[in-house]
């Protein structure tokens, strides 16, 4: 985007609509960092109760005021521009949402290794992970209306909601009562790799604590084995694959 060089009273019609923008921006790094600053002060388990508390709040009181100001309807908390799109536009639309969660998890990573280096992107990926998976297993679990400790039933709904589940495509085998291997049939990231003939993304560091948190996050019972994620040797048929068992 351009610079602003004008003061406020002196904005074209552009600036404000890029000034808009960046008060979206400045909102949603708000948000984050109230949530990342309670669990630091508090701890997780209590900061999602109270991200629960301003989630719902703050939601209702921002569309409230954006629908006034923007003349649109809300219809069970939903606008209703969402509601009247057609069905394929709208699976479209969360498609590109979830395309564009990926992107920004890669433009981050970069943004990182060409400065510091990759053992500093790396390590900064995996601390991620280590807080982004328990709050999407979290978000998951609230938008389901799963209870606390819903076993391996509750893992597999889950694990079909997450933001991966819409831009790769995984499979569940070899299940039993107490046990079911997840697998990531086709990858995004590493089938991009793929094509430009380039060996596999090292995931596993990564992996290791995204699979162990979100499952521990849906029910702390469930235990997580990694049987192949890159650079371990992995069949044509999956990128990586995840035992989850429960006693």
């Known amino acids: 985007m351009k610079t602003i060089t004008n003061t406020p009273q002196e904005l074209s019609h552009e600036e404000n609509a890029q000034l808009i923008i960046d008060f979206f921006h400045r909102t949603m790094m708000h948000h984050a960092m109230w949530y990342a600053e309670v669990q630091h002060q508090l701890g997780r388990e209590k900061a999602q109760e109270i991200l629960k508390i301003a989630y719902e709040r703050s939601y209702n009181i921002q569309m409230k005021r954006l629908s006034k100001t923007l003349n649109f309807e809300m219809i069970d908390d939903i606008p209703s521009q969402l509601l009247n799109l057609p069905k394929d536009i709208l699976l479209k639309l969360k498609e590109s949402i979830a395309v564009n969660w990926l992107a920004n998890d890669g433009v981050w990573f970069q943004a990182v290794e060409f400065t510091?280096?990759?053992?500093?992107?790396?390590?900064?990926?995996?601390?991620?992970?280590?807080?982004?998976?328990?709050?999407?297993?979290?978000?998951?679990?609230?938008?389901?209306?799963?209870?606390?400790?819903?076993?391996?039933?509750?893992?597999?709904?889950?694990?079909?909601?997450?933001?991966?589940?819409?831009?790769?495509?995984?499979?569940?085998?070899?299940?039993?009562?107490?046990?079911?291997?997840?697998?990531?049939?086709?990858?995004?990231?590493?089938?991009?790799?793929?094509?430009?003939?380039?060996?596999?993304?090292?995931?596993?560091?990564?992996?290791?604590?995204?699979?162990?948190?979100?499952?521990?996050?849906?029910d702390p019972a469930i235990k997580t084995e990694c049987i192949a994620c890159p650079p371990d040797k992995h069949p044509d048929e999956y990128y990586c694959a995840w035992r989850f068992s429960i006693e």
Not at 163 to 186: C, D, G, H, R, W
Request: charged share 30%.
């Open 116 to 218: 510091r280096g990759m053992n500093d992107a790396k390590r900064c990926n995996d601390s991620c992970w280590a807080h982004f998976s328990p709050f999407e297993a979290w978000s998951v679990k609230k938008l389901l209306n799963l209870p606390e400790k819903s076993g391996l039933k509750g893992l597999k709904k889950a694990l079909q909601f997450r933001l991966y589940a819409t831009v790769n495509k995984q499979s569940i085998s070899e299940e039993t009562p107490k046990s079911f291997v997840f697998q990531m049939n086709e990858c995004r990231v590493q089938g991009a790799r793929k094509r430009k003939n380039l060996d596999d993304y090292p995931c596993k560091s990564g992996g290791l604590v995204e699979y162990t948190t979100f499952a521990e996050s849906i």
